[in-house]
């Protein structure tokens, strides 16, 4: 079964700083899509960014960047530049064609002015 | 577009009652998921719909959950005589038949459900 885990309950950063939030899966499919979701307070869940598996490349989205490895099963998110409204807890999630999504259990991420 | 719309989006019922909970996907997105969310938790998958056909059931959804998308649009999801375990948020997402989006969901605000 896939299982997604993401080893940091809670994360904290300063403005301005850089923050790399870790995630890693396990699947025996070769082909697959993950995704890290914003979800803030009482807000709801926002895509930040995606990964297909048969990309090397890793994808970007402004602030927000992925350092996808394949052969390890990681996938963490790099957030740049952080701001006070990045404060959010943060889900990866793993899905196999577009089928269900399966979530890690989260990451709160503080930011600090 | 709007964004997935969900209603209510608080609920307060008493044990043993039933709840029902209306999801309206973004339009034209032909899947529709339904998630539920407990405290400090990632959502867990219960069921999806491709158009008016529900293809898969996660065994969480036990025999008082229903869910039906009956013309392929809107969803609704029936919980009867509702228990305390069943408190949690009830998330709705919907997914583009776009190729190239198609994996990528679309969460709604979620219904969050207090069972006394």
């Known amino acids: 079964a896939q299982t997604v885990t993401q080893s940091q309950p809670e994360m904290s950063v300063q403005e301005a700083e850089t923050v790399t939030l870790s995630c890693t899966y396990d699947?025996?499919?070769?082909?697959?899509?993950l995704f890290w979701y914003k979800q803030p307070p009482s807000r709801q869940m926002i895509l930040v960014i995606r990964?297909?598996?048969?990309?090397?490349q890793n994808a970007t989205e402004n602030r927000f960047s992925v350092n996808f490895q394949k052969a390890a099963k990681s996938f963490s998110l790099k957030i740049s530049d952080s701001q006070l409204g990045d404060a959010a807890m943060y889900f990866c999630?793993?899905?196999?064609?577009?089928?269900?999504?399966?979530f890690g259990t989260g990451t709160r991420l503080q930011v600090f002015p | 577009d709007t964004g997935v719309s969900q209603d209510p989006r608080h609920k307060i019922t008493k044990r043993g009652q039933n709840v029902t909970f209306r999801c309206d996907p973004i339009?034209?997105?032909?899947?529709l998921y339904w998630y539920r969310q407990t405290l400090g938790q990632g959502p867990e998958f219960l069921t999806y719909?491709?158009?008016?056909?529900?293809?898969?059931k996660s065994r969480l959804l036990s025999d008082r959950f229903s869910a039906e998308r009956p013309k392929g649009s809107f969803s609704t999801l029936e919980i009867q005589r509702t228990e305390q375990g069943d408190s949690a948020m009830y998330l709705c997402?919907?997914?583009?038949?776009?190729?190239?989006?198609?994996?990528?969901?679309?969460f709604g605000p979620g219904t969050r459900l207090l069972v006394l």
């Open positions: 339009s034209e997105h032909n899947r």
């Open positions: 990964q297909e598996a048969y990309k090397q």
């Open positions: 999630a793993y899905s196999w064609s577009a089928d269900k999504l399966i």
């Open positions: 699947t025996s499919e070769s082909d697959y899509y």
């Open positions: 997402a919907s997914s583009p038949r776009t190729s190239g989006d198609q994996e990528t969901q679309y």
């Open positions: 719909f491709q158009n008016e056909a529900q293809l898969e």
